[in-house]
Every structure is written in structure tokens, then in C-alpha cells.
Nanobody, 120 residues
Framework: QVQLVESGGGLVQPGGSLRLSCAASGSIISIISMGWYRQTPGKQRELVAT???????NYADSVKGRFTISRDNAKNTVYLQMNSLKPEDTAVYYC??????????????WGQGTLVTVSS
């Protein structure tokens, strides 16, 4: 009943920028927090950045100063602006949302993932 749809991935050269978007839809009463995680083959999924419904942000040390997470509460959408991209940022990026549904359940929803490739 809840969908997260990501967009914005692709191929970019080192030093370049990309902006990811993720829109949540479906049976949603409120979204507590939204965030981005990433995963490369053979490794565990890792946190990139999160933002609460009050705007409190949290970043992985590896992306601090280069990535910016933001959110449009009215649109249930989260963004990830990625600047100064490095080859080690190459990964599948997943959107995540912690939210409540009309039945007072707290759900942990995930998007399908979008591939970001940083290469010359």
C-alpha cells in the first residue's frame, strides 16, 4: 500500500553532481523520517543520509560536506544532492521511509533502488 519511487541516478564523471529524488505515495498518514542508503556488490547496505519530519539531518562521515539531503513534506518527497562525486560513491542508492499508515502501523518502506555510477 506504500510505494517509494526513486529517480535521478545515472553515470557521472568524478567531480560531477547528481540529484536523486524519492516520492512516497499510498496509504500514508505521516512520515517520521526519510533517508538514503547505498549498497555495492558483496557489501552491506550503508546509511548515506537521513532527515526527520522536523528537518534534523544525519550524514555518513564519507559524504559530509559533499551531499545534502532535503525534504518536501507537502509532496512526501526526499532529495539527495550529491556534489564532488567520487568513484567510491558508485552504488545502488535506496530510498527509505519510516511512516505511519491509517491503521496506526509503523512501516519501514524501501524503494527499488537507483544506480549511481561515478566513472571517467
Amino acid at each position: 500500500q506504500v510505494q517509494l519511487v526513486e529517480s535521478g541516478g545515472g553515470l557521472v564523471q568524478p567531480g560531477g553532481s547528481l540529484r536523486l529524488s524519492c516520492a512516497a505515495s499510498g496509504s500514508i498518514i505521516s512520515i517520521i523520517s526519510m533517508g538514503w542508503y547505498r549498497q555495492t556488490p558483496g557489501k552491506q547496505r550503508e546509511l548515506v543520509a537521513t532527515i526527520t519530519n522536523r528537518g534534523t539531518t544525519n550524514y555518513a562521515d564519507s559524504v559530509k560536506g559533499r551531499f545534502t539531503i532535503s525534504r518536501d513534506n507537502a509532496k512526501n518527497t526526499v532529495y539527495l544532492q550529491m556534489n564532488s562525486l567520487k568513484p567510491e560513491d558508485t552504488a545502488v542508492y535506496y530510498c527509505n521511509a519510516d511512516l505511519t499508515d491509517p491503521w496506526s502501523n509503523i512501516l519501514d518502506a524501501w524503494g527499488q533502488g537507483t544506480l549511481v555510477t561515478v566513472s571517467s
